[in-house]
């Protein structure tokens, strides 16, 4: 099943990035960054992966992560995948998030 949000013509031709956003209570920010970690490294070996940079937010109630995934097919997959669903149960038991896609625009340097 195709994602509305993304034509199919495009699914597998760009790379794609997620940006999502997770907010947490400050006491449990590091917990948080500790097992966003093992959920990357969880990524890494998995067809399509690029790149990953988690962010602590300075307010002490957010983390983000920056991935890179050759394809939105690849995303997908790496969504339906067993190790990567069991190391995001104990992240959903203490965050919220909200995963975005997107293509890049433009690079200003």
Do not use: C
Not at 4 to 26: C, G, H, R, S, Y
Not at 54 to 64: E, I, M, S, W, Y
Not at 83 to 94: E, G, L, T
């Amino acid at each position: 099943m195709t994602d509305p949000a993304v034509p199919a013509d495009t699914e597998d031709a760009i790379p794609v990035v997620l940006i999502n956003v997770f907010k947490v209570q400050p006491e449990k920010q590091d917990e948080l960054l500790d097992l966003l970690a093992a959920l990357t490294r969880a990524q890494v070996g998995l067809p399509g992966f690029v790149s990953a940079t988690l962010h602590r937010g300075l307010n002490g109630k957010t983390v983000a992560n920056h991935a890179v995934w050759r394809s939105v097919a690849d995303w997908k997959a790496m969504t339906r995948n067993g190790a990567v669903a069991a190391a995001m149960s104990p992240i959903m038991a203490i965050a919220t998030f909200e995963p975005n896609l997107y293509e890049a625009g433009e690079v200003i340097e």
